[in-house]
T-cell receptor, first 113, second 114 residues
Framework: DQQVKQNSPSLSVQEGRISILNCDYT??????FLWYKKYPAEGPTFLIS?????DKNEDGRFTVFLNKSAKHLSLHIVPSQPGDSAVYFC????????????FGSGTRLLVRP | EAGVAQSPRYKIIEKRQSVAFWCNPI?????LYWYQQILGQGPKLLIQ????????DSQLPKDRFSAERLKGVDSTLKIQPAKLEDSAVYLC????????????FGPGTRLLVL
């Protein structure tokens, strides 16, 4: 039972354009969402997060949008840079439980120069 | 600040053999996690420690996997005996406290079981 889904295994965008990565979840009890970025041979690194009481959080070129009614969140990267090429994981957590992160399967982003 | 350290980085074993992974979390971090990441999937939590006590091991296959965190610092994860389906990257992560949404990951140990 996949509670967090990233349905696009890969995405390719031109440098300077917008990258949009999507994530869907099924458990309405999730109340905190995170995006992690992973380069080859490295562990995931925290990128940005959003609480369920918000619908948008912005940090520089990265913005995460949350649509609770649709159980959907997205990560926007503007403008995209070649160094953004990595695998991006969406994760969800219930703050009232053991803080267990439930990860999606990841989306591989390639930013073409 | 030093990150989460893991060793070895790579390990190849035959099925039914045993293997152990080591993790040294960020200094002062009370909570330590072990994840299994199978190719094409996201990380899946195996076990979570708060200091040297287990908080969650509901997804740890206890018939073959074991983990310990002595003195609330370093941790080891052991598989005995290994199966082909245990081939994966084993990630260790730590966070300053249990109620902490951001976890800091090590580089992982890539295990191949032949």
């Amino acid at each position: 039972d996949q509670q967090v889904k990233q349905n696009s295994p890969s995405l390719s965008v031109q440098e300077g354009r917008i990258s949009i990565l999507n994530c869907d979840y099924t458990n309405s009890m999730f109340d905190y969402f995170l995006w992690y970025k992973k380069y080859p041979a490295e562990g995931p690194t925290f990128l940005i997060s959003i609480s369920s009481i918000k619908d948008k959080n912005e940090d520089g070129r990265f913005t995460v949008f949350l649509n609770k009614s649709a159980k959907h969140l997205s990560l926007h990267i503007v403008p995209s840079q070649p160094g953004d090429s990595a695998v991006y994981f969406c994760a969800a957590v219930r703050m009232d439980s053991s803080y267990k992160l439930i990860f999606g399967s990841g989306t591989r982003l390639l930013v073409r120069p | 600040e030093a990150g989460v350290a893991q060793s070895p980085r790579y390990k190849i074993i035959e099925k039914r053999q045993s293997v152990a992974f080591w993790c040294n979390p960020i200094s002062g971090h009370a909570t330590l996690y072990w994840y299994q990441q199978i190719l094409g999937q996201g990380p899946k939590l195996l076990i979570q420690f708060q200091n040297n006590g287990v908080v969650d091991d509901s997804q740890l296959p206890k018939d073959r996997f074991s983990a310990e965190r002595l003195k609330g610092v370093d941790s080891t994860l052991k598989i005995q005996p290994a199966k082909l389906e245990d081939s994966a990257v084993y990630l260790c992560a730590s966070s300053p406290r249990t109620v902490q949404e951001t976890q800091y990951f090590g580089p992982g140990t890539r295990l191949l079981v032949l």
